[in-house]
């Protein structure tokens, strides 16, 4: 079957380590993003990527990176930096751009300890 | 700058009750993207509908229908017959041009609907 997947599915990290959330997709996609959700808030995006070996800075992008080598895969790394990670993460592909559809994957819920 | 308003953080009702979904954008742009997307407890984001800014044409897909008025800057969503199985967070979401369309969505805050049996 076509779709999203993100692993794991649950995340615990301690205090000053860095942490990479898997996404791959078998769509065909070529742009991919990743989001994040807090409690009672609306996904926000940390960084997306239109073609291989490029990608762009979202809104909160601080104390994250991304690589984009392969089309099928967008791995996001939440680095120490990031001063409050504890989050759902959200992993989503879209045909070529943000004017379609978002197919998006279960998500990763990382909880820092 | 682009912002997405859902005013109703939550709205409970009894099955079999109509409910609308209210959603009111913001963009300096004139040709945009508007989205809605269900967000039920497991987590991934079920995609609805897109509507872009040239029509405004109301559609109805069985029990689901959405109002799209430029002139308020609003894209409502309306449940008929609401069932427990439509208990989820509901999201609109924005998606503008000058961007090149590369740079996502932007989304609301969500409704986190609840049918109650």
């Known amino acids: 079957d076509g779709g999203i997947t993100q692993s794991p599915k649950y995340l615990f990290r301690k205090e000053g380590q860095n942490v990479t959330l898997s996404c791959e997709q078998n769509?065909?996609?070529?742009?991919m993003y990743w989001y994040r959700q807090d409690p009672g808030q609306g996904l926000r995006l940390i960084y997306y990527s239109q073609i291989v070996n490029d990608f762009q800075k979202g809104d909160i992008a601080e104390g994250y990176s991304v690589s984009r080598e392969k089309k099928e895969s967008f791995p996001l790394t939440v680095t120490s930096a990031q001063k409050n990670p504890t989050a759902f993460y959200l992993c989503?592909?879209?045909?070529?751009?943000?004017?379609?559809?978002?197919?998006f994957g279960p998500g990763t819920r990382l909880t820092v300890l | 700058a682009q912002k997405v308003t859902q005013a109703q953080t939550e709205i409970s009702v009894v099955e079999k009750e109509d409910v609308t979904l209210d959603c009111v954008y913001e963009t300096r742009d004139t040709t945009y993207y508007l989205f809605w997307y269900k967000q039920p407890p497991s987590g991934e984001l079920v995609f609805l509908i897109r509507r872009n800014s040239f029509d405004e044409q109301n559609e109805i897909s069985g029990r689901y229908s959405w109002n799209f008025q430029k002139s308020t800057s609003s894209f409502n969503f309306t449940i008929t017959a609401s069932q427990v199985v439509d208990s989820a967070v509901y999201f609109c979401?924005?998606?503008?041009?000058?961007?090149?369309?590369?740079?996502?969505?932007?989304f609301g805050k969500g409704t986190h609907l609840i049918i109650q049996p």
């Open positions: 989503a592909s879209s045909i070529d751009d943000s004017y379609n559809e978002q197919f």
């Open positions: 979401a924005l998606s503008e041009t000058t961007g090149g369309g590369a740079d996502g969505l932007t």
């Open positions: 769509l065909n996609h070529d742009a």
